[in-house]
């Protein structure tokens, strides 16, 4: 108990409640956008010794992981790479394990089936399609563990339309897909670890590889640590710190609901204090909702900050997410009687709107959490999903240390879309008593690089009907989704 007799809050990751594992990282790394992510994972690739296991929603062999500088040896397209250093590395084991409904798109997509093709004939490498999900459901997890000692973990898909830098210009000639096309801006976020978490996730992908394919993969033995596959140039964000993992499965045949992410949500918006940060493709979960009007009704409850899309990728998406986000701004905006609540979309410095894609959540300076799931019901208990979660411990010796980190982490995004400084913003945050609204609100700029309000829409009737359903984004395990499913079982 400190000094003044005040009881100390209890930390807020449980095991087997809001997260898998609490495991310790000696380094953990914050990495923003692909264009370090993608020369991240080529520099551990390259260090690999054992073994290398890329989870994922989507896999693209045709793009490029350095289009601008090549750091590295070896080709700088995916496929050929990994082909490449399968050849060099006579002992090195390759497992690939992409989304079974996603590999149907693929089937247009230029040489990609020629590559899967001829890794199935390699025995180094091993290309799966992982269909261990119940029908509509997606594997949406986006793991590369390599060697059990480097790991990582995020929103990051290694695919098309991904590249691209922190500065996120209007155009450039390098953000293009490989049939030449340019896409536009794109801010997206994942994690690096090691020592246990990396460990930890390296059970994790083996779980997922033995429900895919049933084959049984041995963890690698104590031998294996004699070579250290972390990215030279990659700098750590934190060292020596706890880290929890936490889980979204849908239940199937033979196996419970996994739905520790949609408890995580849940605590951590319960918990905080004075404000909540989300960077998030989707704001449809009313769920989440609610869970946040509660805490905005409350006379001394926090601000909460949504970074959002100006629209969601693709008609489906836009007709089903936008229009679940325009029905639960409306109710917002109705229960927040304290104006606490603000939602914005990034614009590049000529106006053109950045795709948020990334999945970050910050609560107060306590907890940062980064992963795959969104704000939205697949995520909370039909898709599969990991994200990464870091508290400051109350109490514990270096909880001064990692709220300092996990404080500098929120400045470092939110100084980005504002076209800022993080020291600026941390000055514009002393002014304004830790008011993240209000530090908004001093520096976000008419012109630039800024955040654009986003706004409720009217709907079509179409849209309304779609919102009324939850066939597009099914509700968690306690919704209508789970009902008819067992009403189904007992006819």
């Not at 304290?338 to 053109?352: D, K, L, Q, S, W």
């Not at 795709?355 to 898709?383: C, E, I, P, T």
């Not at 001064?400 to 100084?415: G, H, V």
Request: net charge negative.
């Amino acid at each position: 108990m400190p000094p003044d007799g005040r009881e100390l809050p209890t930390p807020l990751l449980a095991r087997n409640e809001n997260c898998w594992r609490i495991e310790r990282a000696d380094r953990f790394a914050l990495i923003v956008d692909a264009a370090d992510y993608f020369k991240a994972v080529k520099a551990a690739i390259l260090a690999a010794r054992h073994t290398v296991m890329l989870i994922g929603w989507d896999f693209d062999t045709r793009i490029k992981l350095e289009p601008d500088v090549a750091d590295g040896e070896g080709p700088e397209t995916l496929g050929p790479f990994l082909n490449w250093i399968a050849k060099r590395r006579p002992d090195l084991s390759i497992r690939i394990l992409k989304w079974r409904l996603g590999a149907l798109q693929s089937l247009g997509r230029g040489a990609t089936p020629l590559f899967i093709l001829n890794w199935i004939t390699m025995r180094r490498i091993r290309f799966k399609l992982d269909g261990a999900h119940p029908p509509g459901a997606a594997h949406h997890q986006k793991l590369v563990v390599i060697d059990d000692a480097v790991a990582f973990c995020g929103g990051i898909d290694m695919t098309t339309d991904r590249w691209d830098t922190r500065s996120h210009p209007d155009h450039d000639q390098l953000r293009t897909n490989p049939s030449g096309r340019e896409h536009g801006p794109w801010h997206d976020a994942t994690a690096a670890v090691d020592g246990a978490v990396a460990r930890a996730l390296g059970d994790l992908a083996r779980m997922r590889w033995e429900w895919a394919t049933g084959e049984r993969l041995e963890p690698l033995g104590p031998a294996a640590a004699d070579a250290d596959p972390w990215p030279s140039r990659l700098q750590p964000t934190m060292t020596d710190v706890q880290v929890g993992i936490a889980r979204t499965f849908a239940e199937t045949d033979g196996r419970e609901c996994v739905s520790e992410i949609q408890r995580l949500y849940l605590d951590a918006i319960a918990a905080a204090r004075r404000s909540i940060y989300i960077e998030s493709q989707y704001f449809a979960s009313r769920m989440l909702a609610e869970a946040l009007i509660a805490r905005l009704q409350e006379p001394d409850g926090p601000e909460v900050l949504l970074i959002n899309p100006e629209s969601a990728d693709g008609w489906l998406e836009q007709t089903a997410m936008d229009s679940a986000r325009s029905r639960l701004l409306r109710l917002v905006e109705r229960n927040d009687p304290h104006g606490r609540f603000a939602i914005f979309h990034p614009v590049t410095e000529g106006g053109r709107p950045i795709y948020v894609h990334a999945k970050v959540m910050v609560v107060d300076d306590r907890l940062l959490k980064v992963g795959s799931s969104n704000l939205n019901n697949r995520s909370l208990g039909f898709d599969s999903e990991c994200d990464l979660v870091v508290e400051a411990v109350p109490g514990s010796p270096d909880e001064a240390a990692t709220r300092a980190r996990i404080a500098a982490m929120r400045a470092d995004l939110l100084a980005e879309h504002l076209g800022a400084t993080p020291a600026v913003l941390a000055a514009a945050l002393a002014e304004h008593s830790g008011s993240l609204l209000a530090a908004v609100a001093a520096l976000n700029p008419q012109t630039g690089r800024r955040l654009v309000p986003v706004r409720p829409r009217p709907l079509t009737a179409l849209e309304e009907a779609i919102a009324e359903t939850d066939l597009v984004d099914p509700e968690p395990p306690t919704g209508p989704w789970r009902r008819f499913r067992r009403r189904l079982r007992r006819t």
